[in-house]
């Protein structure tokens, strides 16, 4: 069974720019997490998506944004981007509010902002 | 809201040596609980989990039992290796919220 798959693996932007990160979970999850990750930060929860609809949010800015589309994947985007916006994005997949939770995880888009 | 608090790192110890690392938790509801654990250059792989009092989650050599009383889920493992070298996430989810809550992380360095 295939896991949780992220792209781009490197991603280099300049300040003011916009990313846009893909995640494709494992088949038969609904749900889409996403995580930011930065240097001495730990893991802060950024959007969850369940069935299509965005179902909770991390205390981040508006310009973080994102969708899952009809087969459950999803993008994040993050439109002017800004030096502190350099982390690992992490991707993870689960079955929603139908189980406990837990979450498999990709191996993350790291962003790095110039 | 919810939040886990992790020991301090970083860990490093002798391989065989005996492996604490303690985590406890706050939460409003009954969450279940995770210890991810990430090894360098990779994402997030579940090592274990526990979703109700009492239950010990297992699994390659580690163990972790769910404490109600003390709101814990410290993970243990009897002889670590070189190959346990990484950094180690509690986690805690609870039904119906979405995402999970990590702790901060702790770097446990195994030298032979």
């Known amino acids: 069974e295939a896991g949780v798959t992220q792209s781009p693996t490197h991603l280099i932007k300049t300040r003011g720019q916009q990313a846009t990160l893909r995640c494709s979970p494992i088949s038969g999850h609904t749900s889409v997490y996403w995580y930011q990750q930065a240097l001495g930060l730990g893991l802060q929860f950024l959007l969850w998506y369940d069935e299509g609809e965005e179902r909770n949010r991390g205390n981040f800015p508006p310009r973080f944004s994102g969708r899952q589309f009809p087969n459950y994947s999803s993008e994040l985007n993050v439109n002017a981007l800004e030096l502190e916006d350099s982390a690992l994005y992490l991707c993870a997949s689960g079955s929603g509010t139908r189980s406990y939770n837990e979450q498999f995880f990709g191996p993350g888009t790291r962003l790095t902002v110039l | ?112």
């Open chain 2, 1 to 112: 809201g919810d939040s886990v608090t992790q020991m301090e790192g970083p860990v490093t110890l002798s391989e065989e040596a005996f492996l604490t690392i303690n985590c406890t938790y706050t939460a409003t509801g009954y969450p279940s609980l995770f210890w991810y654990v990430q090894y360098p250059g990779e994402g997030l792989q579940l090592l274990l989990k526990a979703t109700k009092a009492d239950d010990k989650g297992s699994n390659k050599g580690f163990e972790a039992t769910y404490r109600k009383e003390t709101t814990s889920f410290h993970l243990e493992k009897g002889s670590v290796q070189v190959s346990d070298s990484a950094v180690y996430f509690c986690a805690l989810s609870e039904r119906d919220a979405g995402k999970s809550t990590f702790g901060d992380g702790t770097t446990l360095t195994v030298k032979p």
